[in-house]
């Protein structure tokens, strides 16, 4: 329907407007860049981060973990006497962005070596960046393994990764959650790599095991309803509902799981709700999941502790770190520890250095880069969501925890 | 029988909870011919006015409404400063919107941070049918959403008040000819077109994940709801656009799976567009 002009009210001018909006989008779609002041010719580490687009409520601990460890390493007198600057950009989320921004950070700030991106699909889209460009990546996220399939995204020799894969976070729990509440798994996940792929190796073991999976179904994005899917759930009467759903498809689906009543008649295992996801729940609609992560903030190690005391000196004590955070924070000091036990800011040097190097600061405790496919060896907890717990400090109650899980080596050319 | 009861139960709800989030682009869209790009930002002011007042201990209904009337007099004033400069130009509007989207969503990341937030229902459970559980909550948005529709339904067509509306949208320079204040009509439809979608934001709140993107799951099905429906259709075309867009999926879901549905109804969403481009319920 089209509305005619009748009245001659006075006017901003459209120029006038445009141009404001022009600017302001302009402002908007800008990449964010903080260039923190430093001495002479540091050591410029470039950090993708989704500070905006869907992956927001993860981008604030993902940049912040990084940065945090850079404050510690200059404090302590930078790395061969040179501090590390680094430079954040935010790729909104967009794998488009994520190439865009990657390769501006290479050519025109000419950084030593990149860190971040958060999903496996932002990781596969710098895959092919940094091998072209033969410059390291540390990736922080936990995310679906190593299989030859997804080269260069994965089994690239010039990407580490600081998260867990599935036979860490998954497989050290299958045998006690099987025996504790049952052998069939319905999964339920969001329809890309990371899901299908870890429910390829949980669905691996859990046949070992002599269990099921009675459904397996996979949610696009942004899904605001779910009410076919519990009606399947219903139907199928799995033991556990195994969730790989993000973001806020995972808030949508549980808040209508527990709404339909149904959230007190089935275990529900993620490997997706971490500190933020579990706090945009809340305590009814969370309460008695079970959740495995290399990293909680609840985790008693000593180390945790003096992390948190730290974080939250800086960011306030409000402020939420995660399994991503303590990746990009352990990502940044193996970096640094990598670069001066090389001697020289290289990236045949850097990738020596990181193989086996080992950092007992990490907030979960020891953890090792394994050299032969540079995936971090790591803590793993399996924990319970408490009933009306009131913030991230009595969140998670321990059910099992495993001190170092060596993975199975990854499915690619090895060694990498 | 289960089956049926809970496709039947799940249905209707979802058909009015999709009508409640879109009523207010239906409004704004279907009354005054703004394409209000910023609907989606409207919604999840909505919902974060409500979080952030039920924060400060404000019981859940007052809070629902305060926010309702604050993203009322956000529309007020936005078509008060900006758009109704702009009513003789579409295009213009749709930019405008998209830009008022953009800028409400940073301002709520700079003011409410961008972690997720929670609501927590106000009527937790179901209600047990003995052979289906329906969510409580749900049923009272499904309740509060066919009310209030019919209600405006009837005010549009029973009222003084309606009769101008429809008067103003059929013509115009007529209508501003025989008295009627335009300009006063159109901030007015405007600005209940944002209370609406206040109003729906914060009372879908409990239901959905408050983040600053939550509107954007709601925007393209609202636009496809007013649209098959019909421009201007507020009662018939909302609610059938809601069940071709909302209803239809779950139906679907019985036959296939829950990905096939989505992408089958967006496909009949197409094909009643082709053949009936002008909605279901407009007249040519």
């Known amino acids: 329907m089209s509305v005619r002009k009748t009245d001659s009210l006075t006017r901003l001018s459209r120029r006038a407007v445009l141009s404001g909006m022009v600017v302001t989008a302009a402002a908007i779609g800008a990449p964010r860049i903080i260039r923190p002041a430093s001495a002479a010719d540091p050591i410029k580490i470039g950090v993708l981060s989704p500070v905006t687009g869907a992956w927001t409520v993860y981008g604030q601990a993902h940049s912040r973990g990084f940065e945090l460890a850079v404050e510690e390493i200059n404090a302590a007198g930078g790395v061969l006497g040179r501090p590390i600057q680094m430079i954040l950009a935010d790729y909104q989320t967009d794998q488009r962005l994520v190439v865009e921004q990657a390769n501006r950070l290479l050519r025109q700030e000419k950084v030593d070596l990149l860190a971040g991106t958060f999903s496996s699909a932002d990781r596969n889209a710098a895959g092919p960046v940094v091998k072209a460009a033969d410059k390291i990546l540390l990736y922080p996220t936990w995310y679906e393994g190593q299989i030859k399939d997804y080269y260069p995204g994965v089994c690239n020799p010039n990407i580490f990764m600081f998260g867990p894969e599935p036979t860490q976070q998954v497989w050290p729990f299958m045998e006690k959650m099987v025996k504790d509440h049952g052998k069939k798994f319905y999964m339920i996940g969001s329809d890309y790599a990371w899901p299908r792929v870890t429910n390829l190796f949980t669905k691996e073991k859990l046949q070992e095991l002599g269990g099921e999976t009675v459904a397996e179904v996979y949610i696009p994005f942004n ?3 779910y009410e076919s899917v519990l009606r399947e759930i219903r139907e199928k009467k799995p033991d556990i509902i195994f969730h790989s759903l993000t973001g806020s498809d995972t808030v949508n689906f549980r808040q209508q799981l527990h709404a339909a009543g149904m959230s007190k008649d089935f275990t529900l ?24 992560f290399d990293y909680f903030m609840t985790i008693s190690h000593p180390n945790n502790k003096a992390f948190l005391e730290r974080y939250k000196a800086k960011y306030g004590p409000d402020a939420l770190m995660n399994t991503v955070g303590v990746g990009m924070y352990n990502a940044a000091h193996m970096g640094a520890m990598a670069i001066a036990k090389a001697g020289k800011v290289e990236t045949a040097a850097i990738r020596e250095g990181l ?24 803590p793993s907890y399996l924990m319970r969501v408490r009933e009306g717990w009131t913030s991230v400090n009595d969140m998670f109650e321990e059910v099992m925890s495993v001190p170092s899980v060596e993975p199975k080596d990854a499915r690619c050319d090895l060694p990498l | ?30 009354l005054i011919g703004v ?42 004033a936005f078509e008060h400063i900006i758009i109704r400069h702009f009513y003789n130009r579409p295009f213009d509007t749709l930019l405008l919107t998209w830009a008022f989207f953009l800028v409400t969503t940073e301002v709520i990341k700079i003011v409410f941070g961008t972690d997720f937030r929670n609501v927590p229902s106000p009527v937790d459970g ?54 009627l204040n335009i300009a006063v009509m159109y901030k007015l439809v405007f600005a209940f077109g944002a209370f609406m979608a206040g109003l729906a934001g914060g009372l879908i709140a409990p239901m959905y994940s408050i983040d600053p993107y939550m509107g954007n799951t709601f925007l393209v099905r609202s636009f496809f709801v007013v649209i098959i429906g019909g421009v201007g259709q507020l009662l018939a075309g909302t609610l059938f656009g809601s069940f071709a867009i909302g209803g239809l999926e779950t139906v679907l879901a019985l036959f ?29």
């Open chain 1, 223 to 225: 899904t605001p309803q």
């Open chain 1, 269 to 292: 295992w993620t490997v997706d709700d971490e500190e933020v996801v579990t706090s945009g729940l809340g305590p009814e609609v969370s309460a008695g999941t079970y959740v495995s």
């Open chain 1, 355 to 378: 193989k086996e190097l080992t950092f007992d600061k990490a907030p979960q405790g020891t953890v090792k880069m394994r050299g032969l496919d540079n995936q971090i060896v790591v």
């Open chain 2, 1 to 30: 029988m289960e089956t049926v009861v809970s496709v039947f139960a799940d249905t209707i709800l979802i058909t009015l909870v999709l009508a409640f989030a879109a009523f207010g682009l239906a409004i704004i869209y279907g």
């Open chain 2, 35 to 76: 394409i209000n790009m910023g609907h989606g930002a409207m919604l999840t002011l909505g919902a974060y006015f409500t979080w952030w007042s039920t924060q400060h201990g404000v019981p859940f209904v007052p809070s629902v409404l305060l926010s309702a009337i604050a993203v009322g007099a956000v529309g007020l």
């Open chain 2, 126 to 179: 179901a209600i047990d049918l003995e052979i289906y559980r329906v969510p409580a909550y749900k049923t009272i948005v499904g309740a509060v959403s066919i009310s209030i529709i019919a209600g405006t339904a009837l005010v549009f067509f029973k009222t003084a008040l309606g009769i101008k509306i429809r008067a103003m949208i059929q013509n115009r320079e007529v209508a501003s000819l025989l008295g």
């Open chain 2, 256 to 284: 296939s799976d829950q990905v096939i549905a989505q992408i089958a109804v967006f496909f009949i969403a197409v094909l009643i567009l082709r053949f009936r481009p002008q909605g279901v319920f407009t007249g040519r």
